[in-house]
């Protein structure tokens, strides 16, 4: 099971300061939103996209079962003078049903698998973000970026069930940005190969990515070129799908 680090989250954390990654999901998403809606952010992790969807709606629910990563967020939205994300420590399927107006999930969860347990908590749709095409298990991608999961594809989920819902693709950069040759060397190990050590390869790859501009804080910048995949759900569909499963489960 994965777990936040106190290193690995002021990586995330910079990372998306540095690239903006979320700022960019949150103008995505915010087309579905209105300004008196309720948002959950299931799995949220550090909270980068809650924080950034503040701005659009009356409340954003930040949900995790760390509470590491909650506080961070307490932390960010208190630098930030942002009132209206709250941070709830649970698993999200433990949550009240239709707790919210939207629910989003973003890199976390598989329509195949969560589906129904999204579906009971928001009242008016779903909208699930991922990195499209995943590395499969015991890969590691060329950037060092390791997305070690079992590849599911949620739109031929939906299209098997003859299930509506509007896809929308972008291009995005979640790359990392390192102060210096130790940081970048935990940060490669880290995101390496579980139980291996890393070759002298890392080093070698470090140079291709040194930052040559004058008084940046950072010496590294690690890019993590994305092609983002935003599925936007209806209630009414995601009813619809229900009832396909139960339909097929019952046979």
Known sequence: MFTWSDESIRW????SEWTGYHALLAREVSEFLEPGFTVCDV??????????????????????????????IRQKTAERKIGNVETVLCDY???PPNCCDVAVACSFGVMEKNALSFMRLARKRLIVIKRKDPVTEDDLTPDFFNCKYK????EEFLDSYQISYRL??????FGQPLHDREEALRFLEHYGPDGEELPEKPEKFLKDY????PGCEYKYYIPNKKEVHMLVIEKADLMELKACLSARYHR
Not at 12 to 15: G, L, S
Not at 43 to 67: F, I, K, M, N, Y
Not at 168 to 173: A, E, L, Q
Request: net charge negative.
């Open 168 to 173: 929308y693709t972008f291009d995005g950069d």
């Open 43 to 72: 799995g949220c992790g550090p909270g980068c996209l809650a924080v950034e969807l503040a701005a659009s709606v009356h409340r954003v629910a930040a949900v995790d079962v760390d509470e590491r990563v909650l506080r961070c």
């Open 12 to 15: 995330y954390q910079n990372a």
């Open 210 to 213: 040194e930052i040559s501009e």
């Open 93 to 95: 399927e433990k949550l």
């Open 151 to 154: 590849r599911y594809d949620d």
